[in-house]
Antibody, heavy 118, light 109 residues
């Protein structure tokens, strides 16, 4: 059974940093693109970032480029999102999701909540 | 800035058919945008329904289908069930980055 479990969310002050993790199980982690998607309270889904299977290719939404870094540790079956220079507008539920090849998104985790506030 | 547009809300009767669409500010949506569709119910994580225009996941009910329609991505629900009431999001690929639509709130009434 495919499982994606996010962790690392919490309350952080503006300008602060946080690292999210997504523990994957039930599939060959290194074979899949992985994505981060966020959703502000009461708002729609926003794609944040993706990374290919060996970590050699990444891309980001303009809103987070230069502040967020996606990475993965295939030995630990874990996806990461390092978030720096956090702003109030980064407050959201953050979901990790498994890609379907390079052309889609399939399984989703349950999310971890990030709140940026003083 | 690329904008992906969906109908804000639609209403359908149980047993009816409804089509949700997904338009791109850059022009016609083609298969190269790999339209994906997701369903989200209140308090739940999104669930994937369709990828690469018309491909279903193993868990996608047969009444859901994806297509291209009039230069837009489309999700059609045939024989709508009460449990299909939800928010639906499309996702389009723009050469390395992905952009979600704003979502369509589907009411089954």
């Amino acid at each position: 059974e495919v499982q994606l479990v996010e962790s690392g969310g919490g309350l952080v002050q503006p300008g602060g940093s946080l690292r999210l993790s997504c523990a994957a199980s039930g599939f060959t982690f290194s074979s899949y693109w992985m994505h981060w998607v966020r959703q502000a309270p009461g708002k729609g889904l926003v794609w944040v970032s993706r990374i290919n299977g060996d970590g050699s290719s990444t891309s980001y939404a303009d809103s987070v480029k230069g502040r967020f870094t996606i990475s993965r540790d295939n030995a630990k079956n874990t996806l990461y999102l390092q978030m720096n220079s956090l702003r109030g507008e980064d407050t959201a539920m953050y979901y990790c999701a498994r890609g379907v090849g390079a052309t889609g998104v399939g399984y989703w985790g349950q999310g971890t909540l990030v709140t940026v506030s003083s | 800035q690329t904008v992906v547009t969906q109908e804000p809300s639609l209403t359908v009767s149980p047993g009816g058919t409804v089509t949700l669409t997904c338009a791109s500010s850059t022009g016609a949506v083609t298969s190269g945008y790999y339209p994906n569709w997701f369903q989200q119910k209140p308090g739940q994580a999104p669930r994937a329904l369709i990828y690469s225009t018309d491909n279903k996941h193993s868990w996608t009910p047969a009444r859901f289908s994806g297509s291209l329609l009039g230069g837009k991505g489309a999700l059609t629900l045939s024989g709508v069930q009460p449990e299909d009431e939800a928010e639906y999001y499309c996702l389009l690929y723009y050469g390395g980055v992905w952009v979600f639509g704003g979502g369509t709130k589907l009411t089954v009434l």
